[in-house]
């Protein structure tokens, strides 16, 4: 059982930066794959990047590609999500998520998430 709880969100102005972090209970986190995923209101909850076990291996929705940068410290069971240029578009809840099945992919599908936080609030400001 993994337990993941999200922090760092907050209300910044267009063009400014956020790091957000997922800090993971259990030592097995080390071993799973891990995403982030955003809701905004009244939209389905969308892929925003995802890192395999090591860090090896990234993806990137389109909407963030090279304004966000996703990594990991597993010494720390602490994952990361790197935001710049934010945009008011941005503006959702934030999730990190835990990918038990296959420590080697990097994984899309929110379906196929094992663990959940409980999401933090970024709000982008135009």
């Known amino acids: 059982q993994v337990q993941l709880v999200e922090s760092g969100g907050g209300l910044v102005q267009a063009g400014g930066s956020l790091i957000l972090s997922c800090a993971a209970s259990g030592r097995t986190f080390s071993r799973y794959g891990m995403g982030w995923f955003r809701q905004a209101p009244g939209k389905e909850r969308d892929f925003v990047a995802a890192?395999?076990?090591?860090?090896?291996?990234?993806a990137y929705a389109d909407s963030v590609k090279g304004r966000f940068t996703i990594s990991r410290d597993n010494a720390k069971n602490t994952g990361y999500l790197l935001m710049n240029s934010l945009k008011p578009e941005d503006t959702a809840v934030y999730y990190c998520a835990a990918d038990a099945a296959i420590m080697t992919r990097v994984n899309r599908v929110r379906g196929e998430y094992d663990y959940w936080g409980q999401g933090t609030q970024v709000t982008v400001s135009s």
């Open positions: 890192i395999n076990w090591n860090g090896g291996s990234t």
